[in-house]
């Protein structure tokens, strides 16, 4: 079995090796992350681990899902995620730390909500030419979308027409991300270029 953990986007800063190489990297706070649930072939019909991030308050939980912690005997957590890539030794209450998980050097890939850009047109969201290269078969409006195909026959627009709409807040996944080092002290992993997601957002980091 592999290793996963749940964790939060804190920013990117420089990082400086040995031999004075700049190396630009994501700070991302992971773990404590508490074992939820253990699910099982026999009871469950498949192998998975409940981890949760993050805490909450019992008065913001409702009666379900206390129970559900108070089960495992672990304090509300404000996120939880199934993973069916941790050991399945695990059991409710046992709690995952970053530094028992991963080491510097690992490889890992790394999923999350991308940034939401709202409703966009057709230059920033397809990279259609706009202006100076008018786009397809108009020639007064530099960044409309222009002709999109449809005559008489067939009369319809296609399905995945490349035209606007809401541009982002979709799951997302980088794989090959390489951590740079890791601060068991302080629950911080480093991981070499940008990971999805805004500041605070929830990841997924699962080793490779």
């Not at 912690?69 to 993973?83: D, N, V």
């Not at 730390?97 to 939401?116: A, M, P, R």
């Not at 090959?176 to 302080?186: G, S």
Request: some cysteine; glycine content about 14%.
């Amino acid at each position: 079995m592999g290793s996963a953990i749940l964790g939060r986007k804190i920013g990117m800063t420089s990082y400086f090796t040995e031999k004075g190489e700049q190396i630009p990297v994501t700070v991302i706070e992971a773990g404590p992350c508490p074992v939820v649930k253990v699910n099982t072939i026999e009871r469950d019909g498949y192998q998975s681990v409940q981890i949760g991030f993050g805490t909450r308050s019992e008065k913001r939980v409702n009666k379900p899902e206390l129970g559900h912690f108070r089960k495992a005997g672990i304090q509300p957590t404000r996120f939880l995620k199934e993973f069916r890539e941790l050991d399945i030794n695990l059991k409710p209450g046992d709690v995952l730390y970053v530094g028992d998980l991963f080491k510097k050097g690992d490889k890992v890939k790394i999923s999350g909500t991308s940034k939401g850009r709202g409703f966009q047109g057709v230059v920033k969201r397809h990279h259609f030419g706009g202006v100076g290269m008018t786009t397809h078969g108009q020639s007064d409006r530099v960044r409309a979308p222009g002709s999109i195909g449809a005559s008489s026959f067939p009369s319809r627009v296609f399905k995945g027409m490349r035209m606007a709409g809401r541009m982002g807040g979709k799951r997302a996944t980088i794989r090959n991300l390489e951590i740079v080092d890791i601060l068991p002290e302080q629950n911080l992993m480093l991981v070499k270029g940008g990971v999805p997601g805004p500041i605070n957002g929830l990841l997924e980091i699962v080793k490779l």
